[in-house]
């Protein structure tokens, strides 16, 4: 009986090692170690993250994201990537983690863990100002004579091939400038989140506007994946915890919407 004991204090020992190995090995010990939190952002899509004329990354999840670096005692370094690659690089371990109003999904959820969200939203229509009331259900979106305009690989894509499959959709590589080809008649309208769908219709005043829906078309929580790790995904949730209650969030926020 002593020695089935000592066997099993043993196994257990080394079990207890071995999980503590892998803790220390995870993503966070790894961030602290090379003093370098990699943030993967795609810079294309206001208020999140936007790469300006001069080159800086700018918007609220830039801000947020430099601010838990400080609080973790790293550097930020932002990685650029794209809604149709993101996913992949984020496999790849080209970072640690994605922020720019990232949506949570199943798909995402099954290669990282999500933070806390930081944003409750909506699928929405934006159109030309004259053309905005034609479009308020998805059955007057979904017609072949209406022009539907997409950016490649992300939700907005994904929700069009879906739900719009009989309007004819255009899938437009360039996100900053997607809204341009709405506002210059080549397009009719694009179904997005509801937060661009307001900053945009501010951006483009008299000539974009978002269009009265009776109710979003879809409901979504926005939040950051992250490597698989429960220590990273702890340290980030108490961050966003107190970025939320504190109300820095939302003054982040309201700053890009500018």
């Known amino acids: 009986m002593r020695r089935i004991f000592w066997a099993a204090l043993a196994i257990f020992a080394v079990g207890l090692y071995a999980a503590q190995s892998l803790?220390?090995?995870?993503?966070?010990?790894?961030?602290?170690?090379?003093?370098?939190?990699?943030?993967?952002?795609?810079?294309?899509?206001?208020?999140?993250?936007?790469?300006?004329?001069?080159?800086?990354?700018?918007?609220?999840?830039?801000?947020?994201?430099?601010?838990?670096?400080?609080?973790?005692?790293?550097?930020?370094?932002f990685v650029m990537t794209s809604w149709k690659t993101m996913l992949e690089d984020f496999k790849a371990g080209k970072f640690d983690m994605v922020a720019g109003g990232i949506t949570v999904n199943p798909a995402r959820a099954e290669v990282g863990d999500f933070s806390v969200p930081n944003v409750s939203d909506g699928k929405r229509p934006i159109a030309r100002c004259e053309d905005a009331q034609k479009f308020s259900t998805i059955e007057a979106i979904n017609q072949p004579s209406v022009r539907v305009i997409v950016n490649p690989g992300g939700t907005n894509d994904k929700f069009a091939h879906e739900k719009l499959e009989k309007s004819t959709i255009e899938v437009f590589p360039d996100n900053k400038t997607i809204f341009d080809q709405i506002a210059a008649n080549k397009a009719d309208?694009?179904?997005?989140?509801?937060?661009?769908?307001?900053?945009?219709?501010?951006?483009?005043?008299?000539?974009?506007?978002?269009?009265?829906?009776?109710?979003?078309?879809?409901?979504?929580?926005?939040?950051?994946?992250?490597?698989?790790?429960?220590?990273?995904?702890?340290a980030v949730d108490a961050f966003m915890t107190k970025e939320l209650s504190n109300g820095d969030w939302k003054a982040k926020l309201d700053a890009s919407m500018k």
């Open 23 to 77: 803790a220390d090995d995870g993503a966070l010990a790894a961030i602290k170690k090379d003093g370098v939190l990699k943030i993967g952002t795609t810079g294309d899509y206001k208020p999140f993250s936007y790469k300006g004329p001069d080159g800086e990354l700018v918007g609220a999840d830039i801000a947020m994201t430099r601010d838990l670096a400080a609080e973790l005692g790293v550097k930020p370094e």
């Open 189 to 234: 309208v694009m179904v997005t989140d509801g937060v661009e769908a307001d900053l945009q219709s501010k951006l483009h005043a008299g000539v974009l506007c978002p269009v009265a829906v009776k109710e979003p078309f879809t409901h979504f929580e926005n939040a950051y994946l992250l490597r698989k790790d429960t220590a990273f995904k702890q």
